[in-house]
């Protein structure tokens, strides 16, 4: 994985868990204070995981103990088990999900556009031919992207699961008990973020593109960095639409939107505010293109 990859891999997983703050426009908030408020969000978000991922422990416990005809055990494990949810709904009542496992992987394929485009048509006929496996098959390597697969307990339901083995257990009742905590266990919420390199990439291209755009007197050299950037981004805008990370009508617009700025920025002329539209489109684009399910 590149730096730049780690870097925004960094960004996403900072706000898995993040607590909404309310600043009033009118009011300067001083770097320091800024500092102290992310400092404080992300060990908010770490105590959070590690509650979670203690209940998950302790439930995982208390169902071996039942395993091994050990009630009491059981008890005292879901007990555990209980205290951390209570943190966890001390911490935020309005939660719904709490995270308690966080997993990345990256995908990314060798080639270029046109490599693309032939799997893509190998594909195409195949599904024509009524080959869907050997379709499903080509398309599976047809990827590039970081998957974030975030494992969450359910507040709404998980702590009653708990009490209610509890209540079972007390009762003598072990199999039904078992049969509670592992259905608690099944029913953890996984959403999984795509995050598309290809749009990624082409923003960073777009902001190196962008701060060479404003300079005034740019030099030749200036000039060739700013050409081969807005390259890079439209090369990986390309690249991405090959892979299907958005519309037609998405990319025409890009294309349409490069277009100006190229023409905006011909003949050293220089501004701000030039790559506002498309940097709307872009992230635009990166959200619609991500995709979450449980």
């Known amino acids: 994985m590149s730096r730049f990859q780690k870097a925004?891999?960094?960004?996403?997983?900072?706000?898995?868990?993040v607590v909404p703050s309310v600043v009033r426009a009118d009011t300067p908030r001083a770097p320091s204070t800024d500092s102290q408020t992310q400092s404080q969000t992300e060990d908010k978000r770490k105590a959070l995981l590690a509650d979670a991922t203690s209940a998950i422990q302790e439930t995982q416990s208390a169902l071996k103990q039942l395993d091994d005809n050990?009630?009491?055990?059981?008890?005292?494990?879901?007990?555990?088990?209980?205290?951390?949810?209570?943190?966890?709904?001390a911490r935020d009542p309005q939660l719904e999900l709490a995270p308690a496992g966080v997993n990345v992987?990256?995908?990314?394929?060798?080639?270029?556009?046109?490599?693309?485009?032939?799997?893509?048509?190998?594909?195409?006929?195949?599904?024509?031919?009524?080959?869907?496996?050997?379709?499903?098959?080509?398309?599976?390597?047809?990827?590039?992207?970081?998957?974030v697969s975030v494992t969450n307990l359910p507040l709404a339901t998980?702590?009653?699961?708990?009490?209610?083995?509890?209540?079972?257990?007390d009762q003598?009742?072990?199999?039904?008990?078992?049969?509670?905590?592992?259905?608690?266990?099944?029913t953890q919420v996984v959403t999984d973020t795509i995050i598309p390199l290809p749009v990624v990439r082409a923003q960073e291209y777009l902001k190196t593109a962008e701060g060479l755009a404003e300079k005034?007197?740019?030099?030749?050299?200036?000039?060739?960095?700013?050409?081969?950037?807005?390259?890079q981004a439209n090369g990986?805008?390309?690249?991405?639409?090959?892979?299907?990370?958005?519309?037609?009508?998405?990319?025409?617009?890009?294309?349409?939107?490069?277009?100006?700025?190229?023409?905006?920025?011909?003949?050293?002329?220089?501004?701000?505010?030039?790559?506002?539209?498309?940097?709307?489109?872009?992230?635009?684009?990166l959200k619609s293109s991500q995709s979450k399910s449980g």
């Open 158 to 169: 998980y702590p009653d699961a708990i009490k209610s083995a509890v209540k079972l257990i």
């Open 236 to 285: 990986q805008i390309q690249f991405a639409q090959a892979l299907g990370y958005g519309t037609k009508k998405d990319f025409d617009s890009l294309d349409k939107q490069l277009a100006e700025i190229r023409e905006k920025t011909a003949d050293n002329k220089f501004g701000s505010g030039l790559f506002a539209k498309i940097k709307a489109s872009i992230s635009d684009l």
């Open 172 to 186: 003598k009742k072990l199999d039904a008990a078992k049969h509670v905590l592992q259905a608690a266990l099944d």
């Open 216 to 231: 005034k007197d740019r030099t030749k050299e200036d000039n060739d960095h700013l050409n081969r950037a807005l390259d």
């Open 70 to 89: 050990k009630p009491q055990e059981a008890l005292a494990a879901l007990e555990r088990a209980t205290g951390k949810l209570d943190v966890i709904l």
């Open 8 to 17: 925004v891999l960094a960004c996403f997983l900072a706000s898995v868990y």
């Open 105 to 147: 992987v990256t995908y990314d394929i060798e080639g270029g556009v046109d490599a693309v485009k032939k799997v893509r048509k190998q594909a195409e006929d195949l599904i024509d031919a009524g080959q869907l496996q050997e379709a499903r098959h080509l398309l599976k390597g047809l990827a590039s992207e970081t998957v």
